[in-house]
């Protein structure tokens, strides 16, 4: 007899669809500071960036999923343009990398990303249309140690044989995916804004060396918006993203208010060279019959840093499991 623990189960019954999904899309609570892993075009200043992200998902700390990801974005501009008021065309060239890992190892996966968008201004009022373009390289690993029997005969274990099990080998599997995706927004000292689209995994790569159809990736389709309020000493978020991929769907939307505590001006903060600004940001979010996400962040100048919290609110609790996100990030621009 074979005994199998809840939590052994319950690793049973959470994994095996990853067999057939596991090539899946990278999720964030941080959607906005994140945009152009769903849409590279959406790149909506011209400043230089490096941001990073960690989000970590545990289910009643029976399974937990770890992500991490680092983008940096490179707009091929002088310093004196990025920093100018005056409108102008710019390409921006972006590198990435993230992971996504279960604690028991049984799913690993990691991606590298390059990324190539161009902007270019369509009126005397600072709004532009951009268009950009992805390539992204990822590896997915399967392993279940510790989880799986060795091979059985009607007698029992086979002594001394290996398991021709995939899972338990931890076959692994490389694949290329080509994104697009197209924007338009404005980004001026009294507002922003910004609407776009895109397709991800465009040419359909197969994830698994068999190339069956049942395997091979369906295209995910996105949108994402967002328009910010600007005030003397304050401003106000709204911004949100729906994905459809296969059948399934997302949908998220949230709000932030955002203060300065050293009643700094926008205008003054963006113009004045060296003028720091402190800002405090609250808000919440929701992730349609999923979670809800309250958030906090901190900007320092140029430097921001922020932290997303997920509330369960999906009908996986009826199912004896509670699941809880958190989820950190940093912003420097430079």
């Known amino acids: 007899m074979i005994s199998i623990t809840r939590k052994r189960l319950f ?46 998902i545990q289910y009643e700390n029976a399974v937990a999923f770890k992500t991490g990801t ?23 060239i972006s590198a990435g990398a993230t992971y996504d890992q279960s604690n028991s190892g049984l799913y690993k996966k990691s991606s590298q990303l390059i990324g190539v968008s161009y902007a270019t201004m369509i009126d005397n009022k600072n709004t532009y249309i951009s268009v950009g373009f992805q390539g992204n390289f990822t590896s997915t690993r399967l392993g279940a140690n510790g989880i799986y029997p060795d091979q059985f005969d009607q007698w029992g274990p086979i002594s001394g044989s290996s398991s021709n099990d ?12 080509l994104n697009t ?41 996105s949108t994402q918006a967002g328009y910010k309020f600007k005030f003397d000493y304050s401003s106000f978020d709204i911004y949100g993203i729906m994905n459809w991929k296969a059948g399934a769907s997302e949908y998220l939307g949230a709000i932030r208010y955002n203060l300065s505590l050293n009643n700094t001006s926008q205008k003054d903060a963006e113009l004045t060279a060296g003028r720091q600004n402190i800002v405090l940001g609250l808000g919440c979010g929701i992730r349609l019959k999923d979670a809800l996400i309250p958030s906090l962040s ?14 369960n609110t999906s009908g996986i609790q009826t199912g004896g499991f509670k699941r809880n996100g958190f989820e950190l990030s940093i912003t420097q621009k430079f």
């Open 11 to 56: 690793l049973i019954v959470f994994f095996f669809p990853l067999v057939v999904l596991r090539a899946q899309d990278v999720h964030f609570a941080d959607v906005q500071q994140m945009a152009q892993w769903y849409n590279q075009a959406i790149k909506t200043d011209r400043l230089r960036d490096f941001k990073a992200n960690i989000r970590d």
């Open 70 to 92: 680092v983008l940096c974005n490179i707009t091929m501009l002088k310093k004196a343009d990025r920093l100018s008021q005056d409108g102008k065309s710019y390409m921006n």
């Open 166 to 177: 995939p899972l338990r080998f931890g076959r692994s599997y490389n694949y290329f995916s």
């Open 181 to 221: 995706g197209i924007a338009a927004f404005r980004n001026t000292l009294e507002r922003e804004w910004y609407v776009g689209a895109s397709i991800r995994h465009v040419n359909r790569p197969y994830t698994e060396q068999t190339k069956s159809p049942e395997f091979q990736m369906a295209r995910t389709w």
């Open 298 to 311: 901190l900007a320092f100048n140029k430097t921001q840093l922020g932290a997303h919290l997920d509330l």
